[in-house]
Nanobody, 120 residues
Framework: QVQLVESGGGLVQAGGSLRLSCVAS????????IGWFRQIPGKEREFVAR????????DYADFVEGRFTISRDNAQNTAYLQMNSLKPEDTALYYC?????????????WGQGTQVTVSS
């Protein structure tokens, strides 16, 4: 059973940066894709980025526009989401999960989320 724990969120001004971390328990971390999603109250969970187990394939949502970078350190069972040039509309609860594709329903082992708040 994989458990994922996110951290690194916080309050930042527009234009600032944050790095989110996603630490996985259990074995075989390098064998599965990690996805980052975000959600604001009243809206569906939204795909942000994903990275394959071997880190040879990454995908981003269109709204990222080159501002975010997803990465992973399989030796540390950790995935990251570096977020630069943050905008107020990036404010959300950010989650990591393991799965396939870019749809939230195809992911599981959701963490508890980490709140990102971007002030204008």
């Amino acid at each position: 059973q994989v458990q994922l724990v996110e951290s690194g969120g916080g309050l930042v001004q527009a234009g600032g940066s944050l790095r989110l971390s996603c630490v996985a328990s259990g074995r075989a971390f390098s064998t599965y894709t990690i996805g980052w999603f975000r959600q604001i109250p009243g809206k569906e969970r939204e795909f942000v980025a994903r990275i394959s187990g071997s880190a040879d394939s990454v995908d981003y949502a269109d709204f990222v526009e080159g501002r975010f970078t997803i990465s992973r350190d399989n030796a540390q069972n950790t995935a990251y989401l570096q977020m630069n040039s943050l905008k107020p509309e990036d404010t959300a609860l950010y989650y990591c999960a393991k799965g396939v594709g870019t749809v939230a329903d195809s992911f599981g082992s959701w963490g508890q989320g980490t709140q990102v708040t971007v002030s204008s």
